[in-house]
């Protein structure tokens, strides 16, 4: 805070000192946090456009379709790196307003603990809104955008394995096509709750008609109770079994690059199968988590900001900073993770580190408060 700002503060009523106090602290605050996010999602662009430019071919993935799926994953970054940008971006933020000195001469106006953190709560629920709003609204279209153009420049043979649905006693494999509304080379079976395969059909193709999908060139094999097999050529045949087309679309796609309502979309489809969901279950929760863990980050550096350091310059506090935030990254990770290695449910599993965070950030505001009373 320079001088003119302390004249200033000094001359003005309580009221209006403070509003500018806590403007002027959520700016500062502000500007780390999009400063950081900036950095952190600049890196990772190149990071994925180096990757991405290894599969440029003469005649097909060219570095025009490189730069604009880098263009449209761009918002996924941002809401995969958004809590832990808003950690070391504040952090460093106040962090510095306390290297200055200006936190001090902001309690010395009347600013205490409580007065820093509700502007900063404020600041994080705004954050949380946003994050709701890339992870929901915009990185979802994107990726799927994202994921049909590199489709297009698959090389031969990428598909070769198929792809297994069950469905009410029925296991199908179809292939992953360029368009989700039409299939090639479709294998379906049913088998009975005895074990025993009652039905198996091939269609050499099969496109959906907005409510069913409807199988060409099919040969159909039944079984018989007495083990005797009937064998059918239909020209068309309509499959109940196969999901939807925006279902089969979903099945396709990694379940962290879902929005909560696709997720939701895929578990109730697939809710009551012998399929594994709980990848889905902790994918919907952690999307769910995510926007929050912005509020609870920004309670966990505000204690940091009545420290004041006793040495060290810029650039050890930005080590100190980046090297918190991958510490976060990474305990976020492994807590996660490990309850579900663990068998815990997946809303448990997704929010036991943000339940730590939040009880290291309240243990810590607790402790400064008692200091500085």
């Not at 990726?143 to 598909?159: H, I, N």
């Amino acid at each position: 805070m320079n001088l003119q700002m302390r004249h200033l503060v000094r001359q003005t009523p309580d009221g209006i000192a403070m509003k500018l106090l806590t403007r002027y602290l959520v700016r500062r605050v502000l500007g780390g946090i999009g400063v950081t996010l900036l950095a952190v999602v600049a890196v990772l662009t190149l990071v994925d456009f180096i990757d991405e430019a290894r599969r440029v071919r003469a005649g097909g993935y060219s570095f025009a379709e490189v730069l604009w799926v880098i263009v449209l994953t761009t918002p996924q970054r941002m809401y995969e790196v958004l809590p832990v940008s808003v950690f070391i971006g504040s952090l460093l933020s106040l962090g510095q307003l306390a290297a200055d000195n200006e936190m001090t001469a902001m309690r010395a106006s009347g600013l205490g603990i409580w007065r820093v953190t509700r502007p900063l709560l404020l600041l994080g629920l705004l954050l949380a809104l946003a994050t709701i709003l890339i992870g929901e609204k915009l990185a979802p279209p994107g990726m799927e955008a994202a994921w049909s153009l590199k489709r297009q420049y698959r090389g031969p043979g990428a598909d070769d394995a198929g792809l297994w649905i069950r469905k009410d006693g029925s296991y199908m494999r179809v292939q992953r096509a360029r368009d989700p509304g039409r299939l090639s080379d479709v294998l379906a079976y049913r088998i009975g709750v005895d074990g025993v395969l009652q039905r198996s059909a091939h269609a050499r193709s099969a496109w959906f008609d907005g409510e069913h999908w409807v199988l060409q060139d099919v040969r159909e094999s039944v079984v018989h109770p007495d083990g005797t097999m009937q064998t059918q050529q239909h020209a068309e045949l309509v499959e109940t079994a196969l999901p939807p087309a925006d279902v089969l679309e979903l099945v396709m796609r990694p379940a962290d690059e879902m929005s909560m309502a696709s997720l939701s979309r895929y578990l109730d489809f697939f809710a009551g199968e012998q399929v594994e969901l709980r990848p889905y279950r902790f994918a919907w929760w952690q999307r769910f988590i995510t926007p929050i863990s912005c509020v609870a980050v920004l309670l966990l550096t505000v204690p940091f900001a009545f420290v004041q350091p006793r040495g060290g310059g810029l650039g050890q506090r930005i080590f100190i900073g980046v090297l918190s935030g991958i510490g976060i990254y990474l305990f976020n990770r492994l807590c996660a993770h490990l309850g579900l290695v663990l068998g815990l449910p997946p809303w448990q599993a997704a929010s036991l580190p943000l339940l730590l965070l939040l009880a290291l950030g309240a243990l810590l505001l607790s402790n400064r408060r008692i200091s500085t009373v």
